[in-house]
T-cell receptor
């Protein structure tokens, strides 16, 4: 029973290039969340998706960032024209729909993260 | 907007002692408060959750309290071990009626020494 799978684990890009981070949720989970963690800072919520739908993108920068969770395949976080400030660890997490939750709470299972370095 | 405060300074304690970590928040109380553990280079791992109408929850050596009047949760690890050394994050489940998302504190690093 594989957990949340993220790849690549490490990604190096030059300024102006594009970064694509992939996330396969845990089996049976239909909700995907992306968080960003900067050094010495906490996890910052970016976006919440269900299959083919963006539910909440209030934490996503308005430009250059996009996310999708297609009907088939992993969720993708895409960063266009990367800048040095985008260097961070990006974590994906998944959770089941309401009926599968612990005491009704939205408990997240996290992947190991993708570490983006922008040169 | 909701602010979550955890002690940013590392907590250093001796093996066998009880570690107590604090999580304070502003504004309204969440439906649930959760605690996660994060090791360097890894994603957070869920430990324990407590509902707003619960005062205390236990799981093995872990205990969580939740005081909605003080807007505070305390996380205790009894008989601490060096393997407990990690960063501990509290998270508030801010259910909006249509979707819930977790808002995390910055975490407190715990170092347990022999």
């Amino acid at each position: 029973n594989a957990g949340v799978m993220q790849n690549p684990r490490h990604l190096v890009r030059r300024r102006g290039q594009e970064a694509r981070l992939r996330c396969s949720p845990m089996k049976g989970h239909s909700h995907v969340y992306w968080y960003r963690q900067l050094p010495e800072e906490g996890l910052k919520f970016m976006v919440y998706l269900q299959k083919e739908n963006i539910i909440d993108e209030s934490g996503m920068p308005k430009e250059r960032f996009s996310a999708e969770f297609p009907k088939e395949g992993p969720s993708i976080l895409r960063i266009q024209q990367v800048v040095r400030g985008d260097s961070a660890a990006y974590f994906c997490a998944s959770s089941p729909a309401g009926a599968g939750r612990i005491s009704g709470a939205n408990v997240l299972t996290f992947g190991a993260g993708s570490r983006l370095t922008v040169l | 907007s909701q602010k979550i405060e955890q002690n940013s300074e590392a907590l250093n304690i001796q093996e066998g002692k009880t570690a107590t970590l604090t999580c304070n928040y502003t504004n309204y109380s969440p439906a649930y408060l959760q605690w996660y553990r994060q090791d360097p280079g890894r994603g957070p791992v869920f430990l324990l959750l407590i509902r707003e109408n619960e005062k205390e929850k236990r799981k093995e050596r872990l205990k969580v309290t939740f005081d909605t009047t003080l807007k505070q949760s305390l996380f205790h690890i009894t008989a601490s071990q060096p393997a407990d050394s990690a960063t501990y994050l509290c998270a508030l489940d801010m259910y909006s009626g249509t979707a819930s998302k977790l808002t995390f504190g910055t975490g407190t690093r715990l170092q347990v020494t022999l």
